[in-house]
């Protein structure tokens, strides 16, 4: 008798980015119409609307990449421990930069948190190359929407960091 569905692990897994976008959503709710409406933003920027179903679209791609690694190396095991644990951590840098930017309003701090959260993505994304290269794939987009992401904070933090 099959006690978890077949199916449920690579659900968690997709589920499991959410848990951080939901929380941080909670803080970016409230700190938009106050705080971060009144800052300079370049003309690129693009319009508030269009955060959350991108960042829902990456995490949920995202998270079926290492659905992929870890059905790939059989669950958790010493194998995993590198792609893996280096995919915890950029989560856990990804999570960290709603509260640092919009939580804290410190804007370079949130920038050396984007480009923390990069240099870990980019090395994911390397560790995972080798081991199923869909999985590989799948963190692109978030690689390019960090590449964004992060020009955006550059240039919100240079037009106003001296804003009290």
Do not use: D
């Not at 978890?4 to 997709?14: C, K, L, R």
């Not at 980019?122 to 978030?142: C, D, E, F, G, Q």
Request: proline share 7%; hydrophobic share 45%; with cysteine.
């Amino acid at each position: 008798m099959e006690v978890v569905p077949a199916w449920a692990p690579a659900v968690g897994f997709m589920l499991l980015p959410h848990a951080g976008g939901f929380l941080g959503s909670r803080i970016t709710k409230r700190e938009i119409p106050t705080w971060y409406e009144t800052l300079q933003k370049p003309s690129w920027c693009p319009p508030n609307w269009v955060f959350a179903p991108v960042w829902g679209t990456l995490y949920t791609s995202m998270g079926y990449g290492s659905y992929l690694v870890w059905k790939e190396l059989g669950g958790f095991s010493e194998k995993s421990v590198v792609p893996l644990g280096l995919y915890a951590g950029n989560l856990a840098l990804n999570w960290a930069w709603t509260p640092i930017f919009f939580g804290a309003h410190k804007m370079g701090w949130g920038l050396v948190t984007l480009l923390l959260t990069t240099g870990t993505a980019t090395a994911t994304t390397a560790s995972w190359y080798n081991i199923n290269k869909t999985a590989a794939y799948l963190m692109v987009p978030y690689l390019a929407w960090l590449s964004l992401a992060s020009a955006l904070n550059y240039q919100i933090w240079k037009e106003n960091h001296s804003k009290k």
